[in-house]
């Protein structure tokens, strides 16, 4: 396992030299979240910044993935907007458009994988309706993303119409569990939705994860909280991870940390690698 850090928890800082400052700290992954001020597909000046982005990482020899999760970057006035299950199929297509944006900057940087999610309910469409237009957009988006060789990693969100591990595996389920589509899992939305023992959810998905996020939090309270500082034990996952033989990355979310994003990231790398450590020492379980 890789400990990383998400940019989403980076203070305003020159990129090149948090990179820097994180290798130094012993990061090894960096989760990329393309937003207004870096990294923007609609910007005049990406193919220069994919370049510095490229040189940077291979300067520093950290692996990464690509995250999908700006808030405002499609739309100024509503949060996360528009997404697959949008009601207006130019809204949907432009969703579907960033994603493919997205995975074309996975591409030329290597990435693990696209991270993606389903989108809030915002309508008074019915369940099988839902169902049609989360399948048809993730469709078409898995298609673009194998042509390019790109794994695909979904993430069960709070609030949004996928939101538990147990209703992405239905997802993957009716997508005939397709190759390209692995999980992104949050450790802290596990705690949030009290989807208990963490370790046993874990386990029943665990050769299917293909990226991580950490943070910690507290039951039914969706607030990314400092790692130690929250209810979860994070041992028993993390063997679940080394268990499978999970090499991806650990990515430290902690945006409401950006603003002491340096302690932060020396604090959280701390709390991983003393938990990785423990979890070495723990004999495994025969199953």
């Known amino acids: 396992m890789k400990i990383g850090y998400s940019t989403n928890s980076l203070g305003d800082v020159d990129f090149q030299e948090a990179l820097l400052a ?16 870096f990294l923007n597909p609609y910007s005049k000046t990406l193919v220069s910044e994919v370049r510095d982005w490229q040189q940077a990482l291979a300067r520093t020899q950290m692996k990464c993935v690509v995250e999908t999760g700006a808030r405002y970057l499609l739309d100024p006035k509503i949060k996360h907007h528009p997404t697959l299950l949008s009601d207006r199929p130019d809204e949907r297509d432009r969703r579907i458009g960033f994603l493919h ?19 809030a309910v915002n309508s008074y469409d019915d369940q099988d309706v839902l169902w049609r237009k989360l399948l048809d957009g993730i469709g078409e988006v898995l298609d673009y993303a194998t042509k390019r060789g790109v794994m695909l990693g979904f993430e069960p969100e709070p609030g949004m119409f996928i939101d538990t591990v147990t209703r992405a595996e239905e997802l993957l389920k009716r997508l005939n569990q397709p190759k390209g589509l692995g999980l992104t899992i949050d450790i802290g939305h596990l705690e949030c939705l009290g989807e208990r023992p963490l370790d046993e959810t874990v386990r029943l998905v665990r050769d299917r994860i293909v990226n991580v996020h950490i943070d910690d939090m507290r039951v039914c309270r969706h607030e990314h909280l400092p790692l130690g500082s929250g209810d979860i034990d994070f041992i028993p996952v993390l063997h679940e991870l080394s268990a499978v033989g999970y090499h991806g990355g650990l ?26 450590r423990s979890v070495s020492q723990v004999r495994p379980s025969v199953s």
């Open 22 to 37: 994180l290798c130094d700290q012993g990061y090894e992954s960096i989760a990329i979240t393309p937003d207004q001020h």
């Open 101 to 119: 944006k997205a995975i074309n900057l996975a591409e030329e940087f290597e990435a693990d994988c696209v991270s993606l999610w389903s989108g």
């Open 251 to 276: 990515h430290v979310e902690l945006p409401r940390q950006s603003h002491r994003w340096h302690a932060t990231a020396k604090e959280s790398y701390e709390f991983i690698r003393n938990a990785i």
